[in-house]
């Protein structure tokens, strides 16, 4: 089946830390791949995306590499701000079942100043 | 501001008891998602329309669960004698699909929920 799976958080790091947040899949074919961000108060907004193969995502100085070898699409930014604190999910759609989404649990980023 | 509205945001209601809440996609769009979130989890994929047409459900959604969508805007999802195991916030999204469909690109515009409680 389909399925996302999210490194547990909460993460909690100070401002301007490195972030990664580790997420993999387990998909039949060429899913798409994403990263929804729900900040407080909020509904989910979509943070970046990867359609295939290699692709990277960027979007706010977060990134992801869709790497189908290891079957992974993990988050990474430089240095985390403040304004970042949010719930992260990873996703995935597949090809058959457009806009569907298969979520992992989310993962907790709490960054002091 | 034209995002997606969900109403009502919040609902207690014992169990039991018939609930219903209403989506308002963004209004170009085409598609509509209903997700079911719990505490500590990701979104659960409920059911989708395309226009007026509802394409997909989910095994999670029971027979006491119905959706629609009569006009192809806004949506409503009606839960029957409620119980405890149902409360969840309850997300509604939408998107716009083009002509030519295209692979699993369409970006998902989510609403704020509406959170249910059953006592």
Known sequence: GNSVTQMEGPVTLSEEAFLTINCTYTATGYPSLFWYVQYPGEGLQLLLKATKADDKGSNKGFEATYRKETTSFHLEKGSVQVSDSAVYFCALSRGSTLGRLYFGRGTQLTVWP | ?119
Not at chain 2, 2 to 21: A, C, E, L, W
Not at chain 2, 42 to 48: A, I, S, V
């Open chain 2, 1 to 119: 501001d034209t995002g997606v509205s969900q109403d009502p945001r919040h609902k207690i209601t014992k169990r039991g008891q018939n609930v219903t809440f209403r989506c308002d996609p963004i209004s170009e769009h085409n598609r509509l998602y209903w997700y079911r979130q719990t505490l500590g989890q990701g979104p659960e994929f409920l059911t989708y329309f395309q226009n007026e047409a509802q394409l997909e459900k989910s095994r999670l959604l029971s027979d006491r669960f119905s959706a629609e969508r009569p006009k192809g805007s806004f949506s409503t999802l009606e839960i029957q004698r409620t119980e405890q195991g149902d409360s969840a916030m309850y997300l509604c999204a939408s998107s716009f699909l083009p002509g030519q469909a295209f692979r699993g690109t369409g970006e998902l515009f989510f609403g704020e929920g509406s959170r249910l409680t059953v006592l």
